[in-house]
């Protein structure tokens, strides 16, 4: 593989604009550090781009080669697909324009920008852009995935906002997909994560919000079983304008979280309200009625601190594992086995995430997007978060074993973002029924599986034509 790296490095030598960085030089270490510090990775090259055309001769020269190559936007893929052994990265971040047009209501994305970029940028405008809860995540594994976030009730996941994606596909060629250009690439590229070329613009809507009111509160142990009776309840036929989050795990050791809460197991709520403040007093008072009150607390927040409020939690080098799934509905077993996890959980860095989708993402049709599943409402997403390498095999066992007993209540998909690596045999769950269609466009676009560092769809062996 070195050898093939070494042909790409003289092919791009000559016409490379960006910077072509190779072990031992200046600034390749920091180059090749991802996000999850568990995918400790070497590359013989990483190619960063600065525009479409070096993006075009990146994919020109790995393809000739045959190198393993691998695309990073902001390099938060949890399974580590971003990085590669003795191959080739493509890195688009020095490709971070936004550019908003506040009469329109759109923006253009390039490829490698991060949410915050964004956040920032469409904030000047008094418009938003919704994605994800962390500002240092990339915003194209995000949005090619699908994207959830804050918003996803009110206007929908990342990619049903995109109008059009520019991207260089296998062969090398600059290609436009939308509603009436290659629309079934279109549908593809919305949900169907990095597997039909290297995306170098997203054209995105737009919509006018600049705060929002934000509620927090922990809800201890005794009560957690009603919480989310209530929860799973009235989450059915919430406002759009609520999005109600909430995570099982132990309490943190704060000096905001109340003494006797902490270290305990808990119920985490986070609650937004989007629409008018005084509208949404009611739900959000109900919601935390059923918190500890020294934990309560309930503010107007601008938009871009609430982007930004998580991104502490959530730093680079840690080591982090992920399992995840959906549930149409929290029965009452599901609740028992929720709460006998949490009673067992092993540290406060682990967490049983749950959140509720529907609303707006719910409201696109199944066969629209490839995107997994918009049908079933409940995510569940065990996280789990560690500094030591000689913790991994308990902590990883403990989060499989958890996922192993739910598994039985889920239904069957996963959304392909929050997948570890380790899972390659769920990506044709991700996709079910989607699955012969997304088959057939990875078989026009990438014949030859030249993407295939992500949660991969692999081609037929024979060309279709669409
Ligand atoms: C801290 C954190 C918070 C998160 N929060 C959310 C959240 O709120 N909502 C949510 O939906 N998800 C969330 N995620 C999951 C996130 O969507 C995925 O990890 C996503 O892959 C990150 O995108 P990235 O560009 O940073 O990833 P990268 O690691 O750079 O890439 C991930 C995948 O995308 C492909 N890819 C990247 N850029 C391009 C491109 N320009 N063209 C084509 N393919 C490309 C790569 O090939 C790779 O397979 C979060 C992840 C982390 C680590």
């Known amino acids: 593989m070195f050898e093939a790296s070494k042909d790409v490095y003289s092919s791009l030598r000559q016409r490379f604009k960006g910077d072509l960085l190779r072990p031992g030089e200046h600034g390749f270490d920091d180059a090749r550090t991802i996000w999850n510090g568990m995918v400790a990775r070497t590359p013989a090259l990483i190619a960063r781009c600065i525009d479409v055309t070096d993006v075009q001769n990146a994919i020109r020269a790995g393809s000739e080669t045959g190198v393993l190559t691998a695309v990073r936007c902001g390099g938060h893929s949890l399974a580590g697909f971003s990085t590669c052994d003795g191959g080739m990265v493509i890195d688009l971040s020095r490709m971070r324009q936004v550019t908003v047009d506040p009469e329109t209501q759109t923006a253009k994305i390039?490829?490698?920008?991060?949410?915050?970029?964004?956040?920032?940028?469409?904030?000047?405008?008094?418009?938003?852009?919704?994605?994800?809860?962390?500002?240092?995540?990339?915003?194209?594994?995000?949005?090619?995935?699908?994207?959830?976030?804050?918003?996803?009730?009110?206007?929908?996941?990342?990619?049903?906002?995109?109008?059009?994606?520019?991207?260089?596909?296998?062969?090398?060629?600059?290609?436009?997909?939308?509603?009436?250009?290659?629309?079934?690439?279109?549908?593809?590229?919305?949900?169907?994560?990095?597997?039909?070329?290297?995306?170098?613009?997203?054209?995105?809507?737009?919509?006018?919000?600049?705060?929002?009111?934000?509620?927090?509160?922990?809800?201890?142990?005794?009560?957690?079983?009603?919480?989310?009776?209530?929860?799973?309840?009235?989450?059915a036929d919430a406002p759009l304008d609520l999005k109600w989050n909430i995570d099982l795990r132990l309490a943190p050791h704060k000096e905001k979280t109340p003494a006797e809460l902490r270290g305990q197991p808990v119920a985490s709520n986070s609650l937004i309200w989007t629409g008018d403040p005084e509208a949404g007093r009611r739900y959000l008072q109900r919601a935390l009625s059923m918190c500890t009150p020294d934990s309560v607390s309930s503010r107007i927040t601008s938009f871009l601190d609430l982007q930004t409020m998580a991104d502490s939690e959530f730093p680079h080098g840690?080591?982090?594992?992920?399992?995840?799934?959906?549930?149409?509905?929290?029965?009452?077993?599901?609740?028992?086995?929720?709460?006998?996890?949490?009673?067992?959980?092993?540290?406060?860095?682990?967490?049983?995430?749950?959140?509720?989708?529907?609303?707006?993402?719910?409201?696109?049709?199944?066969?629209?997007?490839?995107?997994?599943?918009?049908?079933?409402?409940?995510?569940?997403?065990?996280?789990?978060?560690?500094?030591?390498?000689?913790?991994?095999?308990?902590?990883?066992?403990?989060?499989?074993?958890?996922?192993?007993?739910?598994?039985?209540?889920?239904?069957?998909?996963?959304?392909?973002?929050?997948?570890?690596?380790?899972?390659?045999?769920?990506?044709?769950?991700?996709?079910?029924?989607?699955?012969?269609?997304?088959?057939?466009?990875?078989?026009?676009?990438?014949?030859?599986?030249?993407?295939?560092?992500?949660?991969?769809?692999?081609?037929?062996?024979?060309?279709?034509?669409?």
Not at 156 to 172: I, K
Not at 177 to 201: C, I, K, M, Q
Not at 456 to 464: D, E, F, K, S, Y
């Open 110 to 235: 390039a490829g490698g920008c991060l949410l915050g970029s964004i956040d920032t940028a469409t904030q000047k405008a008094g418009l938003v852009f919704p994605s994800g809860v962390v500002s240092h995540t990339g915003a194209a594994g995000l949005i090619l995935g699908g994207g959830t976030g804050w918003l996803t009730r009110r206007f929908g996941l990342s990619c049903d906002n995109v109008e059009a994606f520019t991207l260089v596909t296998a062969d090398s060629s600059v290609v436009r997909a939308s509603s009436v250009e290659n629309p079934e690439l279109f549908w593809a590229l919305r949900g169907g994560g990095g597997n039909f070329g290297v995306v170098t613009e997203f054209d995105v809507r737009l919509h006018p919000l600049t705060s929002v009111v934000l509620a927090e509160g922990l809800t201890p142990k005794d009560q957690i079983r009603p919480l989310l009776e209530w929860w799973r309840d009235f989450m």
């Open 318 to 466: 840690r080591r982090y594992y992920t399992k995840s799934g959906y549930f149409s509905y929290l029965d009452d077993r599901t609740v028992d086995h929720l709460l006998q996890a949490l009673a067992a959980i092993p540290s406060p860095e682990i967490q049983i995430e749950l959140a509720c989708l529907a609303g707006a993402a719910a409201r696109i049709g199944a066969s629209e997007t490839a995107f997994g599943d918009r049908s079933a409402p409940f995510i569940l997403n065990l996280l789990g978060s560690w500094s030591e390498p000689s913790a991994d095999g308990a902590n990883i066992s403990w989060i499989r074993g958890i996922f192993n007993e739910l598994r039985s209540a889920m239904k069957p998909g996963v959304y392909v973002n929050f997948m570890s690596g380790d899972e390659p045999d769920r990506v044709q769950e991700a996709y079910h029924e989607r699955w012969d269609r997304i088959v057939a466009v990875k078989s026009h676009y990438d014949p030859r599986n030249f993407f295939r560092l992500n949660q991969n769809v692999p081609p037929h062996t024979i060309r279709h034509d669409l």
